[in-house]
């Protein structure tokens, strides 16, 4: 079983910048595929990037437009979410997720491949 953890969502303005960490609270996770999410009230959780497990391959949403980069520290078991020139409608709950992959390079999109997902952090951007 693999818990994890978010931190650094809180309150900003349009136009600032935000980093988001995810740690896995007990094991590594080197094998895994990382993905974040996010879910705003009343509307499906959506895609927002993911990384592969050797780091070589990452996918966003279209939505991102260059804004969020995300990468991963696997010496220190972490997954960043980097955002940049944050809009309101990026106002959502954020949740990292992981998937064990056979393949180093798998980099998964969906909400459904994935395995195990935090508890989510708020950000809210104000306008």
């Known amino acids: 079983q693999v818990q994890l953890v978010e931190s650094g969502g809180g309150l900003v303005q349009a136009g600032d910048s935000l980093g988001l960490s995810c740690a896995p609270s007990r094991r590594t996770f080197s094998s895994y595929a990382m993905g974040w999410f996010r879910q705003s009230p009343g509307k499906e959780r959506e895609f927002v990037a993911a990384?592969?497990?050797?780091?070589?391959?990452?996918n966003y949403a279209d939505f991102v437009e260059g804004r969020f980069f995300i990468a991963r520290e696997n010496a220190k078991n972490t997954v960043y979410l980097q955002m940049h020139k944050l809009k309101p409608e990026d106002t959502a709950a954020y949740f990292c997720?992981?998937?064990?992959?056979?393949?180093?390079?798998?980099?998964?999109?969906?909400?459904?491949?994935?395995?195990?997902w935090g508890q989510g952090t708020q950000v809210t951007v104000s306008s």
């Open positions: 990384i592969s497990w050797s780091g070589r391959n990452t």
């Open positions: 997720a992981a998937v064990s992959v056979l393949s180093a390079d798998s980099c998964p999109l969906s909400v459904n491949e994935y395995d195990y």
